[in-house]
């Protein structure tokens, strides 16, 4: 069982090491220090976008597992998918 405090927003759950979607779950690493560090790292790689292998999938990944240890970038990340939501609701062209 998941140990930690459950943070949920916008169909996304965090639950100490754990990462669920949707209804996909992601397991992710026990220590903060390595979820920082694999977040940055996923930052960093989807910024060498141009590069085989590395793209712009990186970032939104990286971006949601620093929002489970970041308070500010967690508000962002809401802030952006409520833009979006709104966004989609009310029917304009993406």
């Known amino acids: 069982m998941p140990q930690g405090p459950l943070i949920e927003q916008n169909?996304?759950?965090?639950?100490?090491?754990?990462l669920r979607v949707g209804k996909f779950r992601i397991r992710l690493p026990r220590?903060?220090?390595?979820?920082?560090?694999?977040?940055?790292?996923?930052?960093t790689g989807g910024m060498l976008f141009f590069l085989p292998v590395?793209?712009?999938?990186?970032?939104?990944?990286?971006?949601?597992?620093l929002s489970g240890e970041f308070a500010a970038i967690r508000r962002w990340r809401r802030r952006l998918a409520l833009w979006?939501?709104?966004r989609k609701r009310s029917g304009e062209q993406i």
């Open 54 to 65: 590395l793209g712009l999938w990186m970032l939104p990944l990286g971006v949601v597992i």
């Open 84 to 86: 979006w939501g709104r």
């Open 11 to 18: 169909n996304l759950q965090t639950h100490g090491a754990q």
């Open 31 to 43: 220590s903060r220090v390595v979820r920082i560090a694999l977040g940055v790292a996923l930052l």
